[in-house]
């Protein structure tokens, strides 16, 4: 039977209920042998469309009369559909969930295999970069395209029909015809190409079962580079030509880590069935990168890697991304979550194996220690936001799939994992996961399924000291949002410690609570700190005792393995004179970072004062670890973002911020540079990036030193150090030259990361004619900044300066629609706007926000992205009212937050520039407490003292 779309196909423009939204498991596909065929046009830019046939065999496991699998009804037009051994009756679509509808005209016996055959025309996505899309590049003066694809999570059905969900795993076999001189790539190797004089058809070997959502295939002029140090796989990076020299990392470090993970599994990946790896540097691309399987594709700013221009932070984003995608292999390739209300199980392991396998090939990066300040940290302040939702979570509309694609699913994943590593031991744990993945390969699972295989690796004696069954323990850290506040008292020879509930920015919710592992360290016991064995267990409503004679300090959560935060009570004081004492180095770093972490949001939670908080950080200006300043300076980040860096306040806050600082300032000199020194780098760029940011005289001088020799001779120091350079430039420069300097650099770059780093640099000119101009650029095909990156300019302006907060909002409220369609990424708007709103610090930002609601026609999508950023908005300003009268006490300052009395000590430190004083929220006037007079008082003596030291230091 042969069917016209449009004729015989009804559309039905109806939203789907959630029970709707799923197919139906009553027919599974077993196999799809797939045939496109590429013309000319696509590769000219004038055509998206393509030919398509494809079979599938599929097996009736229930007796029906319909079947139903995805199309997407914009992109798949069927022209012809049979049934093999049936008469079709009638075929529908449901153009909101892509559901096609196939009713026969009799039931279908239960056990059948049958072919579907399907002829269809399809049309490659020129909007964006999902599906079967088309990106393009510049080689040699002349545009150049190529067809690509990226299918996770819903997008295999804008390419073929198929049915599109993780659990229907079926063998795929590719045919792909494309033009003479575009070569196609796919999951498979070539099993034979053959040629006419216009044509090349390549048909690719069947592919072991995998879901539709890992199916790949690249069709472009690419040249690819292949080394064989892996046994039985051969192992290539494919980019476009001319940049085929920068390769050479990747084709180094890959083997190294997926080496790492066929020990750590004992499942090599060439066991898999998939006898090749390819990584493919796509010029546009919506992802980070994709873990399709044999065939992984990155932006090219995470796979290639120029020795001359590659700063170090990307070049581990390099190795980190590589290792992520391999551990996919494993983790959500061979054995897959069920649904994606259970993304965690593929992207936590991910994220997981993507700091460890790293770890364990270049220990000398310590990202085992950066997890907790990359990882854990940033993922502790978002899962303290009540709008956080659970790492299991409802996933019932294509929005609520990607949802589940959020930093929750990675890094509270990852650091659940972790905590699990801990609570039954790393043998244990590596032992479960080999188990899991042998019950599992090809199969999808459920996370009981990996409790059940992590506790299985117990002895009974191992397993009578836990609380519960790991199952029952892991649960509830899985199934509901957040994690819980730990409260330790000192009292009468105990310490006492109970969770007072779910920690939240806004209040603590006592009536959550879980089954937490507790680790401590106590004085004299410093060993301790490496001991990760659990060594108590906090059941829900209950607390435990730990008797010690006298009151002195204890520190929970030995190597941060558990995810949760502390409050110490009055024992805090005591921890902060073992910080600035003696005891300072026994603490290990990750444990002084936690602290530090745990002050700032404990202080932002308003559980305790800043006035403690600050006090409790004053260790800080002996503090030269990297780990612990990351903390640091995100907890001073959010109190400059808040009261707003220009105000009178956020300048005092920056004095203290340098005041502190000195000493770390000091190991990281300008002319001590040393990229093979990776944490070193990595160290030195952080810290001298804060300290311009900040104004300190003796950084911005000499990046602008830097930034002059530059204009005279083109010559800059080492390349970690050139992103500062330029932004201080900008920032601090006076030249309007400046900035189309750089604006010109950007444009004669052909490096990916580099032109990601001018991008951010150009955000930080101060001069709003620029910010305006700049933004404009975003928006204009013709300025050369691909759909992918046109974000960075966005987030780089407000984020820079105070006052491109201003300039990015009227941008945005006049070039929404403009905005919408040029920055191709999903939800770009709703994105700018929350991140935007987190930036006000006034009644009139927000005001105007409100005003832009009111009168302007949004869609959906963005008008709720708009109110819940206001209400946002508006929380932040009542936290600012709450906090501010204590923040003016300590930093001396009278109810308008202007100085008590005239100061000019410390003003040349910090660079001036044009102030917008936010207008005065409502303060108290209070008396000031002789701490806080002393604080102030030391910290602006200490500071002249320090910024000579650090002066000598320096030069
Ligand atoms: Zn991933």
Redesign the pocket.
Known sequence: MLLKWGLAVLLLGITAAASDYRLPTDIKPIAYSIDLELDEGVFKGTSDQYVGSETIVVNVINPVNTIKFHAAYNFINITNLTVEDSTVNEINVNNDTNIVTVTLDSVLAEGLVLNIAINFIGRLSTEDMYGFYRSSYTENGQTKYLATTQFQPVYARRAFPCFDEPAFKANFTLTITSPNGYAALSNMPVEHTSNDTDFVTTNFSSSPLMPSYLVAFVVSEFTCTQVDTIPDVPYSICSTDSTSVQRQFALDIGPKLLNSLDIFTNYTYAEMGFPKMDQVAIPDFAAGAM?NWGLVTYRERLLLYNDDITINRDKQNIATVIS??FA?MWF?NLVTMDWWSETFL??GF?TYFEYFTTHDVLPEWELDKQFVTRVIQPILETDSQASSQALQAPANSDAQVMNRFSRIS?FKGASIFRMAEYIIGPDAFQNGLKSYLLEYQFLNTKPEDLWRHLEDQLTETEKSKLPADLGTIMSNWVAQAGYPLIDVQYDNGNFIIKQSGRFLLNGVNSSLSWYVPLTYTVPNSSSRFENTTVSLWLKPSESVTIPQEEASWIILNNKVTGFYRVHYNDIWSKIAEALQGDSHSSIPELNRAALVDDIFNLARANIISYTNALNYVEFLKDETSHHVWTAAINGFNFLLQRVGADTTLGKSISEHVLNLLAKVYATVPWIQVDSNDHAYSLKQSDILSVACRLGLSNCVNHALEHHGEFLLTSNLPSKNLIPIIYCTALRHGNEPSNFNIIWSNYGLSSDAGERVQLLNALGCTQNPTQQEQYLNKSINPQSGIRPQDASIVFTSVYSSNPSGVDVAFRFLQANYEEIAERYQSMNALSTLISGLAERFTTTEQIEELRRFIDTSSLDQDFREACESALARAEGNLEWLQKHLPELYEIYELDEFGEPLTPTTSTTSEVSTSPVTTPSPVTPAPAPLPDAAKMLSFNFVFVLIITIISVSVAVY
């Open positions: 873990e992520h995608e996919h959500g593929n992207e991910a990675y």
